[in-house]
Structures are given as structure tokens and as C-alpha cells.
Nanobody
């Protein structure tokens, strides 16, 4: 079993930046691909970014447009999402997810463990 706890969300103005963190605990982090998803009010949860265990491969949603960067520190069992040039459309609850596989996935069904989410609000 893997427990995931997100942090770093908050209120930011348009064009600002936030760094989300996701701390994993419960069992070995080894070999897990990690992902970030988000869900805006009234919308379905959508894929944002993912990173493999080694950190060597990443994948991003098109709307990221080079603004977000996913990374991980396996020594700390933590994955990060650096978000720059934030837009009001980025307002959502952001969820961390873990996938017991070395392969990337952009679908919710590909992830076995989920955090509770952290709210990101971008004001215009």
C-alpha cells in the first residue's frame, strides 16, 4: 500500500508560480511511475504530467505548453510539479498518483494509488 500526500497548493495571481509536492510513504517507492492529474469544478479529472521511476522519461498534457515541469527525488520519496505562468484555467484540485510500473500512463485507470488533492486557485 502506498500513501500519497500533496502539498503546496494555494492562491496565486495570473502569471505566478507554484510548486506542488507529493510525499509517498507506506512501501517502497522503487519502480513506481508517478503522475499528476487535476480536476476543475464541473469537469472530469484530467492528466497533467507523469515521470518514470528513473526520472528519465516524462510526459505532459498539451495544455502544459512548457509551463509545468515534473520531477522526483527518490531519496525523499517525493515528486514535484513546478507550475509557471499560471492561468485562470489552471484552477483545479491537483492530485498525485502512483503507478506500479516503469511505463508512463496518461489515464486514471493506469494508477493504483491516489492522494487527497491540493487546491490551486489562479486569480485574474
Amino acid at each position: 500500500q502506498v500513501q500519497l500526500v500533496e502539498s503546496g497548493g494555494g492562491l496565486v495571481q495570473v502569471g505566478g508560480s507554484l510548486r506542488l509536492s507529493c510525499a509517498a510513504s507506506g512501501r517502497t517507492f522503487s519502480g513506481y511511475t508517478m503522475g499528476w492529474f487535476r480536476q476543475a469544478p464541473g469537469k472530469e479529472r484530467e492528466f497533467v504530467a507523469a515521470v518514470t521511476w528513473s526520472g528519465g522519461r516524462t510526459q505532459y498534457a498539451d495544455f502544459v505548453k512548457g509551463r509545468f515541469t515534473i520531477s522526483r527525488d527518490n531519496a525523499k520519496n517525493t515528486v514535484y510539479l513546478q507550475m509557471n505562468s499560471l492561468e485562470p484555467e489552471d484552477t483545479a484540485v491537483y492530485y498525485c498518483a502512483a503507478r506500479p510500473s516503469v511505463f508512463l500512463s496518461t489515464t486514471m485507470g493506469g494508477y493504483a494509488y491516489w492522494g487527497q488533492g491540493t487546491q490551486v486557485t489562479v486569480s485574474s
